[in-house]
């Protein structure tokens, strides 16, 4: 396995230590996953790539998708926002089973989500407007 550096951030976002993270090779199989997901550092990753993609879709950007075949008896818009809604309460759901399992994983699970959320939060947020002027 590879070593590398890595710096990681304290409650004040500031640079507080560097830690030594293995990278171990991936396995191609889908029928190896689960142990895969046994590996903390490995889960980690897996975790914070579903963050990031939640983070996208619960955002007023994302556009969800609609069901192709709405209900004949419904308008148009009352099932887009039916499907909408639906979809909007499956990614919160997973949004918080994501944190839940990533809080968890350890060796710093806790900060790691706090550095995440800092992240998504306040940096994506800064991009965006800068992206918008």
Known sequence: ????????????????????IHHHKYLTSSQLLHLQLKDSEIRIHFLTQLTI?????SSPSAT??????????ASE?????????????????????????????????ESHWKTLQWILKERE?????????
């Open 77 to 109: 818009e009352k099932a887009k926002t039916n499907a909408s809604s639906a979809a909007t309460k499956q990614i919160m759901e997973l949004e918080k089973r994501t944190q839940q399992l990533l809080r968890q994983t350890p060796p710093s699970g």
């Open 1 to 20: 396995s590879k070593t590398k550096k890595m710096l990681t951030y304290d409650s004040s976002h500031s640079v507080s230590d560097i830690t030594d």
């Open 53 to 57: 993609i939640l983070s996208y879709l």
């Open 64 to 73: 969800l998708p609609t069901p192709e075949t709405p209900d004949p008896t």
């Open 125 to 133: 947020s800064i991009w965006r407007n800068w992206k918008k002027n």
